[in-house]
């Protein structure tokens, strides 16, 4: 009979091979085109999934809904769901959309997006120059920008970008991801002192050679990275929804040095309530949009059980209720 310490190590086994196949399927780009395609019947199928994580199709409905979440004491951070433009009228369309969501109300205090959605498949250049836009209207609002972090080859070139344009605008974070073998070292090339940095595990599928897979190396990594980025002063957004984590992070007091803690929306609400009543600063991730077949795959790997959650979302599609907005918050 297997041990209890056995079987969970064969269950977090399990979903390290289910959250590589599911980053697998997002890095495929045939089935990027079969989301794409009119009449997409993977996007028809899969809408229904989609919609727990993102929180609505146009600007006007993620709107309404923002305030429901901010109304609940919520932090917020808006992202027009997207990456991988390299269609340079497209992606003046995606800097427009920024640019009309800090004009509006309620306010979004801070604002995510790739590079790769702002042009950086088209040149590095164009994708500064409209980052610059974007948080240059931020600032005017009194908002925050923090770019996000992408693909192991992309990630000079986001650095890269962020070194260029923080002395100009101290309104700008950025994202690291714990899993690559190099972002200790890459702490010692950017800004970090007073910024925004955004500490995440990693999403996307890499070797062994470059990153390590999710488990107890992992979770140990993150923490400790965690732990020299506020002793650096850097204001550091704690982004996991792994409970195992979060607890060992209490346990350190590293709740207590952090600017707060975020989690992507509609991934584990209850577990950010749980955070939010006992004090902590708390962030949801929240985005909007069509584009939303990477997203919806990077959220199940985060967390694969659940696929079978998105699965009955699929199979009760007419429950409107189902996802109803704040209802786990």
């Known amino acids: 009979m297997k041990t209890a310490q056995t079987q969970e190590k064969s269950q977090r086994a399990l979903y390290e091979a289910a959250s590589q196949g599911l980053r697998m399927l997002a890095a495929d780009p045939r089935c990027r085109e079969a989301f794409t395609v009119p009449g997409s019947l993977l996007q028809d199928l899969a809408s229904p999934a989609a919609r727990r994580y993102v929180l609505a199709a146009g600007r006007d409905e993620f709107l309404v809904q923002l305030k429901v979440l901010r109304d609940k004491a919520y932090r917020i951070t808006v992202e027009f769901v997207g990456e991988e433009n390299d269609d340079p009228a497209d992606v003046e369309r995606v800097v427009d959309e920024y640019l009309a969501v800090l004009a509006e109300e309620p306010l979004p205090g801070q604002l995510g997006f790739d590079l790769s959605n702002l042009g950086l498949a088209v040149s590095r250049e164009l994708a500064e120059r409209n980052t610059a836009r974007i948080t240059r209207a931020a600032a005017g609002r009194g908002a925050e920008v923090v770019l996000s972090m992408e693909r192991a080859p992309a990630v000079d070139a986001v650095l890269g970008a962020y070194r260029d344009l923080a002395a100009d605008h101290p309104n700008l974070g950025v994202t690291l991801q714990a899993y690559l073998h190099r972002t200790p070292s890459d702490l010692d090339g950017i800004p970090l002192e007073g910024r925004k940095i955004r500490l995440v595990k990693g999403a996307f599928s890499a070797p062994a050679d470059i990153a390590l897979g999710r488990g107890p190396a992992l979770d140990e990594r993150y923490l400790g990275l965690a732990a020299e980025l506020v002793d650096r002063g850097a204001r550091l957004s704690l982004a996991t929804q792994d409970a195992t984590v979060l607890a060992a992070a209490r346990d ?62 699929i199979a009760e599609r007419h429950l409107d209720g189902r996802n109803a907005v704040g209802a786990h918050y």
């Open 252 to 313: 350190r007091g590293l709740l207590d040095r952090v600017d707060e803690i975020e989690m992507l929306h509609g991934v584990r609400p209850a577990l950010l309530r749980q955070y939010r009543e006992l004090g902590h600063a708390c962030r949801i991730y929240a985005t909007y949009g069509e584009n939303w077949w990477l997203h919806l795959l990077h959220r199940l790997a985060e967390h694969p059980p659940m696929v079978l959650t998105a699965l009955a979302d």
